[in-house]
């Protein structure tokens, strides 16, 4: 089975970019299950219930967060009722919402999706990412043999560390939250497939999406800046994952970036 996975999207330019692109690719692979970081989509910050039916109604099987998950306050009142949103899982467990879903693919298989939240330079209060996962594959259903883990961290050191210590035990491990594409998809010795960070999908004639001129100001003044998405057109960052769904295990992880940007 195919699965596409893309990076953070970055307000309406990115979700321009991101449904544009699936109409393309889905006329030339024939992807059987779609996930999408969504954690900046409403306005560069949040998500709203709009902007989540938005990505579902083209197809998006499960949304992905991260640290911006509850920019957007509504997301506090809605995601309870909407299982497909995922917030990271390792926030306490009286947190609204869950970060792990099942869903049911295109080629009829259940995939699981977990999201989870780094703790260095970033969330160090959180439940440990490691053992959280843990915690959901011993839980795991027996007729649940693919899952993708999206691993939403700052230091690629941890997230390396995420890939090899599941390594084996899911089909995929990627990296999102730094907005930047790395160059290291692989898949590793006992058939997980792993990139450090996939990308966004935005403008990246910006600072990570936003506008140059308020972000400099930022580094430069040390002064309070509101940031706003960049409004030149978007790439597209994605990576394909080839599966074997009959043992969990991937075949390929191919990167893909659609755009003039990149």
């Known amino acids: 089975m195919l699965i ?7 307000a309406r330019s990115g979700r321009r970019a991101l449904f544009q692109g699936l109409e393309e690719l889905q006329s030339e692979e024939d992807i059987d299950f779609i996930v999408v970081n969504g954690e900046n989509a409403a306005g560069g910050f949040g ?29 506090l009142d809605f995601i309870d009722d909407e299982p497909r949103l995922l917030r990271p899982h390792n926030y306490p467990h009286d947190t609204p919402g869950q970060g792990w879903y099942v869903a049911v693919a295109r080629n009829g298989e259940r995939v699981g999706v977990l999201c989870t939240m780094g703790r260095v330079f970033m969330h160090p209060d959180l439940d440990c990412p490691f053992r959280c996962a843990d915690e959901i594959l011993n839980k795991r259903p027996a007729n649940v043999r693919v899952t993708l883990v999206d691993f939403h961290a700052e230091a690629t050191s941890e997230k390396t560390a995420m890939g090899w210590y599941l390594d084996g035990r899911v089909s995929a491990v990627v990296g999102t939250h730094t907005h930047v594409p790395t160059a290291d998809e692989r898949v590793l010795t006992q058939g997980t497939a792993y990139i450090s960070d996939v990308g966004m999908t935005g403008c990246y004639n910006s600072i990570i999406g936003m506008k140059t001129e308020s972000s400099l100001a930022r580094f430069v003044s040390k002064l309070p800046q509101r940031l706003e998405p960049a409004p030149g057109a978007a790439t597209l960052c994605a990576v394909l994952i080839d599966v074997d769904d009959s043992t969990g295990k991937a075949r390929s992880i191919r990167r893909l970036c659609m755009g003039a940007e990149l």
Not at 4 to 10: E, L, Q
Not at 51 to 68: L, P, Q, S
């Open 4 to 10: 596409f996975f893309a990076g953070d999207v970055i």
């Open 47 to 75: 998500i709203t219930r709009a902007v989540a039916d938005e990505f579902f109604d083209n197809g998006v099987d499960v949304i992905t967060t991260g640290n911006h998950v509850w920019d957007k306050r509504e997301a």
